[in-house]
């Protein structure tokens, strides 16, 4: 693995902190039921288009680490998150934390495969994309799979079949962080790529040509 140089560092530590300002005022969540839409999937998405899957893995690992201090009421409170904490402080870790390191790290190599594919402009629209939606993937999958036989999420499930479930439970919230993502994580891609402070793959810069 590369080392990264200064000035990825200083990029890693400025998406770092804009996705903290974000995370602990009203920019990052806008709060509907139990869930909350969240525009912190875009700083993960710049990351792993800038950085890669490290840097996507590592901004993505700050974002998970805020979403888990909101279950305790650290940066603004979770409703889910309080219950899930209250029912086990371990597991909620894990299921705020580790899908959205995982978010970062694949979107990472998914903007790898995308540039060589189709270039660095549609690749910035689809790692905006893929942050939103990998990370409702992963949250859920976790929450199914590590509280999916509480009574809690048994309420929540109601009998119902488990993906129908995921798609009735994260609704418009998933609509709104997928459509957000991808335009404003492909917008501001493209702006860092035309302004040559990312650089391109020869592959890519002749299939744009």
Not at 10 to 32: D, E, K, W
Not at 124 to 153: D, H, K, P, Q, R
Not at 158 to 181: D, T, Y
């Amino acid at each position: 693995m590369k080392k990264l140089s200064v000035k990825q560092l200083v990029l890693l530590g400025l998406l770092t902190a804009i996705l903290l300002v974000m995370s602990y005022t009203p920019l990052g969540y806008l709060n509907i039921g139990p869930l909350a839409i969240s525009f912190n999937v875009i700083p993960v998405a710049i990351a792993a288009v800038a950085l890669g899957p490290v840097g996507g893995a590592i901004v993505g690992g700050v974002f998970g680490l805020t979403s888990f201090l909101q279950c305790i009421g650290v940066g603004g409170t979770s409703a889910m998150g309080v219950i899930l904490f209250d029912i086990n402080p371990f597991f909620a870790f894990v299921q705020r934390f580790v899908p959205r390191v995982l978010d970062g790290l694949l979107i990472g190599f998914v903007h790898k495969g995308a540039k060589k594919l189709w270039g660095t402009y549609v690749a910035c629209f689809i790692t905006g994309f893929c942050s939103a939606f990998f990370n409702t993937a992963l949250f859920m999958t976790a929450l199914v799979v590590l509280f999916g036989n509480t009574e809690y999420v048994q309420g929540l499930i109601n009998g119902r079949n488990i993906i129908v479930f995921i798609c009735a439970f994260v609704g418009i919230n998933a609509v709104c962080e997928m459509i957000a993502s991808t335009i404003i994580t492909g917008g501001i891609g493209s702006a860092l790529y035309k302004a040559k402070l990312l650089p391109q793959d020869k592959k890519a810069s002749k299939t744009e040509k």
